[in-house]
């Protein structure tokens, strides 16, 4: 007659020792255990010496049983290839199994993200407008600022004698140039026509803004009266791959037309720019300059300065009251008469300054959009 089988301990929690339990440590521990165990049985019974040795070994999967020791051989990663593989593999049962749901889902969360990334990009490029210049600290662009009873106005005209003035006068001036947007010309070289956009500036101008001067001296680009500055896109577009450097452009009307020799290229203008160019000239080709050189109320275009280093704009500015009175008695003297009263500044009329970084924000004197729709853009991509 075959004997009945010993008394095992409980399956689970031989596993659970197995399991937790260092490798060094198991073979020991569950001798003991097992001893433990037989000993109890004719004491307290089958059932309640499983349920003591149960409770022994989780009293024994302790942290200083869990720590491994170190082994000559790698250890198991926690996460295996299989796991993921099955992971996947559910996850697309799932997904094939309900095609119509997981499509709206997933097309959903891709326009949702094609979206938001649209708008912060889009606020990005609009927050770092004008920020590539090497000295954008120092360049500010002028404005009028007229303290009218009806309500204060602020305007980005200039006459055409402000800029010269400025310059010749104050010694805190590094650089000033004037920017005149003008009409597209006809652009011609060897019979080919192109309708550009040509500027009309001051040799300044490149020592103010930090656009790369690919072709030419930045020295000497603007010196002459019939120098012409094009952008790179300009020069592929006209010269192809020929050098354009030295040669020969008729700009403006036909019948009206001029000769201008190519003496630099720029690279174009980045998107985030406020300042935009297809050729330069210099301002002194402005068909009416000669009768305006003289003429303060005429505002024609904009003027940019680059001060001194460590010239402090408050300051500056302040000294050009005296410049305003000299230049402009007309404008204070109109002001006093309809009542207007000095500003928290005491100004009536002034010539002020505007940094560079946020002429492209200011609704007044350059008609840029106003920064809170870029924070409400940014606003709508969190929200999304």
Not at 138 to 166: H, K
Request: hydrophobic fraction near 40%; glycine fraction near 4%; charge should be positive.
């Amino acid at each position: 007659m075959k004997k009945p089988p010993a008394p095992q301990p409980p399956r689970w929690a031989t596993r659970l020792l197995h399991g937790f339990c260092a490798p060094h440590l198991v073979e020991e521990l569950e001798g003991d255990l097992d001893e433990l165990f037989r000993q109890r049985i004719p004491l307290m019974g089958i059932r309640r010496a499983r349920r003591r040795y149960a409770r022994d070994v989780l009293s024994s999967v302790r942290p200083f049983a869990i720590r491994r020791k170190s082994t000559p051989y790698p250890a198991t990663p926690l996460f295996q290839s299989n796991m993921f593989r099955n992971y996947l593999t559910i996850a697309l049962r799932n997904l094939w199994k309900n095609k119509a749901y997981a499509a709206i889902h997933v097309v959903g969360l891709s326009v949702a993200f094609c979206i938001c990334l649209f708008l912060f990009l889009t606020a990005y490029l609009q927050l770092t407008f004008d920020s590539f210049h090497r000295d954008g600290d120092r360049i500010f662009q002028t404005y009028f600022f007229s303290n009218d009873p009806e309500r204060a106005d602020r305007s980005g005209g200039m006459p055409v004698p402000l800029a010269p003035a400025l310059k010749a006068e104050y010694p805190e001036i590094e650089a000033a140039a004037r920017i005149m947007t003008a009409r597209k010309s006809l652009v011609e070289y060897k019979g080919k026509s192109l309708d550009k956009e040509v500027y009309l500036t001051d040799p300044d101008f490149l020592e103010i803004f930090s656009f790369p001067l690919l072709k030419g001296d930045r020295a000497t680009a603007l010196r002459d009266l019939s120098s012409i500055l094009i952008s790179e896109s300009t020069a592929k577009a006209v010269f192809g791959n020929e050098d354009p450097l030295g040669k020969q452009l008729l700009v403006g009307s036909e019948g009206n037309q001029k000769g201008y020799l190519v003496t630099g290229v720029l690279a174009d203008a980045p998107q985030n720019s406020s300042i935009r160019y297809e050729a330069l000239i210099r301002m002194e080709n402005f068909p009416n300059y000669r009768a305006d050189q003289n003429k303060w109320e005429n505002k024609s275009h904009q003027v940019f300065v680059k001060l001194a280093p460590r010239v402090d704009q408050a300051t500056f500015e302040n000294r050009l009251k005296a410049f305003a009175q000299k230049y402009f008695p007309a404008n204070l003297a109109n002001l006093k008469k309809k009542g207007a009263q000095p500003d928290e500044r005491g100004d009536v009329f002034a010539v002020r300054l505007q940094p560079l970084a946020k002429v492209h924000f200011d609704t007044e004197i350059s008609n840029g959009p106003p920064v809170a729709v870029v924070y409400a853009l940014l606003g709508i991509a969190f929200f999304i």
